[in-house]
T-cell receptor, first 113, second 109 residues
Framework: GAGVSQSPSNKVTEKGKDVELRCDPI?????LYWYRQSLGQGLEFLIY????????KSGLPSDRFSAERTGGSVSTLTIQRTQQEDSAVYLC???????????FGPGTRLTVL | RKEVEQDPGPFNVPEGATVAFNCTYS??????FFWYRQDCRKEPKLLMS???SGNEDGRFTAQLNRASQYISLLIRDSKLSDSATYLC??????????FGDGTTLTVKP
């Protein structure tokens, strides 16, 4: 079956612009995670959606970052007024439910000039 | 102190060697534990789940010690293809997921 997909695969933007990153989870998975990975670093948790529960936003680094999950499926991560330090790979993962195996998408490589 | 800590390595071992990685976690509410493998510029992929009773998959053995709050991964008879970064993951009952920063393994001929 189809895995997790993310778009775009690469995004180059200018400092101060807004960007939207999209994640399509595996069909039927109720849990969805966003992570950020800077070059040579580990995965930094950003936000977690589980079913209809309020999302866990504890990892969002600033109020410039927000995420939505519409209809319990597709999710969009929005970064407003991008900064150079936002440059990283943004990874999305989904799981059948929280605490289960997470399956990752290929990531979106964001470069802020 | 980080919630999940791993020795970053790098571990450089010859083919056929046995290598062990440890990972410690601080949140006693953690419920699920996993090892993932990440190749350069790729997304992480599940290597194996970790259970209290320990589990084995071919050359790979994972152990969980809840009392001491650490998990381990043992790789026997290392292959060149095992070269990668190994990430431990700890998930709470509420689904909050924390990754370690990873341990880099290079297996040399």
């Amino acid at each position: 079956g189809a895995g997790v997909s993310q778009s775009p695969s690469n995004k180059v933007t200018e400092k101060g612009k807004d960007v939207e990153l999209r994640c399509d989870p595996i069909s039927g998975h109720t849990a969805l995670y966003w992570y950020r990975q800077s070059l040579g670093q580990g995965l930094e948790f950003l936000i977690y959606f589980q079913g209809n529960s309020a999302p866990d936003k504890s990892g969002l680094p600033s109020d410039r970052f927000s995420a939505e999950r519409t209809g319990g499926s597709v999710s969009t991560l929005t970064i407003q007024r991008t900064q150079q330090e936002d440059s990283a790979v943004y990874l999305c993962a989904s799981s059948n439910r929280g605490r289960d195996t997470q399956y990752f998408g290929p990531g979106t490589r964001l470069t802020v000039l | 102190r980080k919630e999940v800590e791993q020795d970053p390595g790098p571990f450089n071992v010859p083919e056929g060697a046995t290598v062990a990685f440890n990972c410690t976690y601080s949140n006693s509410a953690s419920q699920s534990f996993f090892w993932y493998r990440q190749d350069c510029r790729k997304e992480p992929k599940l290597l194996m789940s970790v259970y209290s009773s320990g589990n084995e998959d071919g050359r790979f053995t994972a152990q969980l010690n809840r009392a001491s709050q650490y998990i381990s991964l043992l790789i026997r008879d290392s292959k060149l293809s095992d070269s990668a970064t190994y990430l431990c993951v700890v998930v709470t009952n509420a689904g909050k997921s924390t990754f370690g920063d990873g341990t880099t393994l290079t297996v040399k001929p």
